[in-house]
Structure formats: C-alpha cells, structure tokens
C-alpha cells in the first residue's frame, strides 16, 4: 500500500465542499468554456488536462486554483492562458477548487 502524505490527505479534503457544490466538474469545465482551448486526452489548442494532472500533485491544487482564476504565461510555452472571464463567465474560488482536483484526477 503506497503511503499517503499529509499534506496531500489535507489537500484533498479540503477540495471535498468544493467537489459537491460541482458534482459534476467535467461540464463545468464545458460551461466556463475550459474545453474552448483544452481537451481531456489530447493536446488542442493548449495542455490536454491529461498532461497537466501527469506535471502536477496533489500539493500543486493552489498553484491550479491561481491559475485557472489569474491565467498565466510560458509555463507551457508561448501560448498563455487568459483569466477567468474572458472567454466566459469568471470562476469562483470554489469553481476553480473543484475544477483543480478535476484536472488532477485525470492522471
């Protein structure tokens, strides 16, 4: 049985609220137009959240909280990823929590 560690284990239950106000974070994912630029499996337009679950821990959930909210730059090359609200509407901080441990569950 592989050890867990703690600060994951705290992580991860503290994504819990967030995961149940957004059961269903795949079409969430769809209707804050995440999919416009990123698929699940494949590389499209940017990262498919296959590779970005692959590059990223448990212990990254906050750095994917900021950017799925801020946006960000060159952290896969030239293409940057726009804030929140700018194809659709914005993510709340609990959206984005739920949207995070989605991606990171796609390994």
Do not use: N
């Not at 990262?47 to 692959?54: L, V, Y």
């Not at 801020?70 to 194809?87: D, F, I, K, N």
Request: aromatic share 4%; proline share 6%.
């Amino acid at each position: 049985m592989k050890a867990v560690s703690i600060p994951a284990l705290c992580l991860l239950l503290a994504a819990l609220p967030a995961l149940a106000d957004h059961p269903d974070a795949a079409q969430l994912a769809k209707s804050k137009q995440c999919l416009s630029c990123h698929a699940v499996d494949t590389q499209a337009y940017a990262p498919s959240f296959k590779d970005i679950a692959r590059r990223h821990s448990a212990a990254d959930t906050g750095l994917l909280v900021r950017k799925i909210r801020a946006g960000g730059r060159q952290h896969w090359g030239e293409v940057a990823m726009p804030r929140t609200g700018t194809l659709g509407t914005p993510v709340t901080d609990a959206e984005a929590r739920a949207l995070a441990a989605w991606v990171l569950s796609q390994k």
